[in-house]
């Protein structure tokens, strides 16, 4: 047998209770110049062909059964049916009907009964462009490189053809890989970093017995953080229905930067801010804005302190922080200096004392927030954070598919009960995305957060003294 890791069956165990646990990802493309009437067809039709030799990693699913004694195990699917896998969906040319077919493609659950992959080919968009919307659960790729084969599949040459789609198996491929092909990898790592501190707990009562948990603790009084149970609760961390929302849209690099500069900041920091403003003023407009903060979790990349430096196979580590919003302040300039100092104190402090006692120290408001809503009587007057807000380097060169120009790319991440909105976002060339991802009965007007962020920017903008060239 081949047993899923623990962490792997846990969230396997979880989703038969709680939400699906895939991540996603929308690509929108350009035709190449060349392109005839029936170039999307030609696409869809060299797919279903099945030509190209398919990743192992997505030829395998979990199973657990009598005959594996109650264990997860991966089973291995020799022959794989391309069609049920790589579908075709077609939306009005006006774009209103994209995005919430995207949220209704992300609530439906994975068939447990074959590879849990899905890759949806979407047509008619404005322009003759088109889409590829990608879905995988965590536990079919080996650990937080799975949707790294998105991104290997793209190019920087706009006259390569015959390549291959993102599910073949690239183990021989002698093509170059853009130097960006880390972007899945980032994108799912937060997600199996908020996992992991929420499931495992040996290290946890490990590191409480010997007394690191106490020092930990000790050492936030006076930080620019928050303890256990001090966000507000709001309808962002109630119970999820089975339906999906989902929004996005894009922003100049350049806008962000030039806030950044003036106000002596990160990028991500403007970025979050942005989030910060847009959230406010959505609760300001339901009449729900709290009078304390939001909290956002953030993961916060460092190498990890416990790992052998002089190895070079040890990647980057994770560490979560709880950062304040500022949703409590009216003034833009205000809430961004917070979340920058907020920001810049866990960089510092994850760093000194590693990934670990990071996830540590947020076990408690993890907790709070994604278990808490699971019982029939939870009190609804605080909680351990609102929102988890994550930030992910894309590729910084314009990207190409068989000669289709990659024009924007979203990611589209992972929600639960207790943490019902989702916001990631993905740089891009000379661009940042923004993904918005929530359960449609508590954020139904989710497309509201796009003008919003705009709104939100261009405050940033006049508060700092930039102007919008």
């Not at 291959?164 to 130097?179: E, G, L, N, T």
Request: aromatic content about 6%; overall charge negative.
């Amino acid at each position: 047998m081949d047993p899923l890791d623990p962490l792997d069956a846990a969230m396997m165990a979880a989703e038969l209770v709680a939400s699906p646990m895939h991540v996603g990802a929308v690509l929108i493309l350009s035709p190449p110049p060349d392109a005839g009437p029936d170039y999307v067809d030609a696409l869809y039709r060299d797919t279903l062909a099945g030509g190209d030799a398919i990743d192992p990693r997505l030829c395998r699913h979990p199973h657990r059964g009598v005959d594996t004694g109650g264990l997860w195990v991966w089973r291995h699917s020799d022959d794989l049916d391309l069609s049920r896998h790589c579908q075709r969906r077609t939306v009005s040319a006006d774009g209103n009907d994209f995005w919430r077919l995207i949220g209704e493609l992300d609530a439906e659950r994975l068939d447990r009964s074959r590879p849990m992959w899905m890759s949806y080919l979407i047509d008619g968009l404005d322009g003759g462009r088109f889409a590829f919307y990608i879905k995988v659960h965590h536990t079919v790729v080996d650990g937080v490189a799975g949707f790294r084969m998105i991104t290997d599949a793209l190019s920087t040459d706009p006259d390569r053809r015959s390549m291959p789609p993102f599910y073949a198996d690239r183990r021989h491929d002698p093509s170059p890989r853009p130097a960006e092909n880390g972007l899945a990898s980032r994108l799912v790592a937060p997600v199996r970093s908020l996992l992991g501190a929420a499931t495992s707990s040996l290290g946890l009562i490990g590191r409480t017995v010997t007394g690191e948990l106490a020092n930990v603790l000790d050492s936030l009084i006076g930080h620019t953080t928050v303890l256990p149970f001090e966000a507000p609760y709001t309808r962002f961390n109630g119970r999820l229905g089975p339906g999906r929302a989902v929004a996005a849209g894009s922003w100049a690099k350049d806008r962000i930067q030039a806030v950044q500069r003036a106000a002596g900041t990160t990028g991500n920091d403007v970025v979050t801010a942005m989030v910060s403003g847009a959230l406010r003023r959505w609760l300001l407009a339901h009449r729900e804005l709290p009078k304390q903060s939001l909290v956002a979790i953030c993961p916060i990349t460092v190498r990890d302190r416990e790992s052998d430096a002089a190895n070079d196979l040890h990647g980057n580590m994770f560490g979560l922080w709880l950062c304040p919003l500022g949703t409590d302040v009216d003034d833009p300039a205000a809430r961004l200096d917070l979340i920058h100092r907020s920001m810049s104190e866990g960089k510092r402090w994850v760093a000194k004392r590693g990934s670990s006692a990071s996830l540590l120290t947020t076990a408690p408001s993890i907790a709070a927030t994604v278990v808490l809503p699971l019982l029939a009587f939870t009190p609804k007057l605080r909680t351990g954070y609102n929102v988890p807000i994550s930030h992910v380097p894309g590729p910084a060169a314009e990207m190409y598919w068989n000669g289709a120009h990659l024009d924007e790319m979203y990611p589209v991440s992972t929600v639960f009960d207790g943490m019902a909105l989702n916001v990631t976002t993905c740089s891009y060339a000379d661009r940042i995305g923004f993904g918005y991802v929530a359960g449609d009965e508590l954020m139904p007007d989710i497309d509201t957060l796009i003008p919003l962020t705009e709104e939100c920017l261009a405050e940033l903008e006049s508060a700092v003294g930039v102007r919008e060239t």
